[in-house]
């Protein structure tokens, strides 16, 4: 454990906490026993992973930094056109600075995002692995349907669609997101016990209700506030990620009014 340790202790030094983020280990076999074929990750059962995730303070301390310095480099404010995904090349940014600063601990790790496939698959279930490390309850609909009870009802969801389950933060409620998975193959640790998850919701009824917020309403947000969360979003945070990617630019020009003292 020692060794899995000083690596936890290297990705936290890069990703701190003030900067809004959280890592959380698991052995991949207590992933695979919870998922099955066919998202089974081909390592052996006590292999290390680090799941991350992104609280508050990384859009609005984190992130918020990044992109003044990006528009300080740039010369301008007006950069859609270079970067049309700001959190993603933020985190992108970030994942390749801790890659290098890996090196010196472990040279043989793999990054997984909750990116499609070709074949329209998910590589790895992001809900699962936050359930299955302890960091955030998983409330899947399968566990909450009643003999006598047609739940959740047909025909409320588009075409295409499947009525999915929610995570929910014993801190941040709904106000957080699964960013990445560190597989580290060469780092067995068969005697970690990971941590249990804390359900916030008790009653049935309650977690009914969140997983019909979350499904037919999820562009209100109002999903992300069951549990009564100590910490939510701001409103510049909500803001954002409520409107379409295309003027989610336009949110953040406040930030960049003043340019260089928003940097701490």
């Known amino acids: 454990m020692e060794r899995a340790e000083s690596i936890k202790k290297a990705v936290d030094q890069h990703l701190p906490s003030k ?14 026993r919870s998922v099955g074929d066919p998202f089974s990750l081909p390592y052996d059962d006590s292999t290390m992973a680090l799941l991350i995730l992104s609280t508050p303070d990384m859009f609005d301390v984190a992130f918020r930094k990044w992109v003044v310095q990006k528009t300080m480099e740039f010369g301008s404010f007006d950069m859609s056109e270079f970067v049309s995904s700001p959190i993603q090349s933020f985190l992108e940014d970030r994942l390749e600075d801790l890659s290098e600063k890996l090196q010196s601990v472990e040279e043989n790790f793999e990054i997984l995002h909750d990116y499609m496939t070709p074949q329209r698959r998910p590589k790895i279930l992001m809900q699962t692995c936050g359930h299955v490390a302890g960091a955030a309850f998983y409330y899947q609909p399968c566990h909450f349907q009643e003999d006598g009870l047609a739940w959740p009802s047909s025909g409320r969801m588009g075409p295409n669609l499947k009525f999915i389950g929610l995570s929910l ?31 916030i919701l008790k009653e049935a009824s309650e977690v009914r ?41 336009e949110v953040l020009r406040p930030w960049i009014e003043g340019g260089a003292k928003h940097i701490d």
Not at 19 to 26: K, L, P, Q, V
Not at 212 to 240: C, H, I, L, V
């Open 19 to 32: 900067d809004g983020f959280e890592t959380h280990m698991f052995r991949i076999g207590s992933y695979n």
């Open 169 to 199: 933060h014993p801190i941040y409620g709904g106000h957080f997101a699964f960013r990445s998975v560190l597989i580290f193959p060469n780092v067995l640790i068969p005697d970690f016990k990971e941590s249990v998850p804390l359900p």
């Open 209 to 249: 209700t969140a997983l019909e917020k979350f499904n037919y309403n999820w562009k209100d947000s109002g999903f992300r506030d069951f549990g009564n969360p100590a910490r939510r979003y701001s409103t510049t945070q909500m803001e954002f990620f409520g409107r379409p990617v295309a003027e989610r630019w």
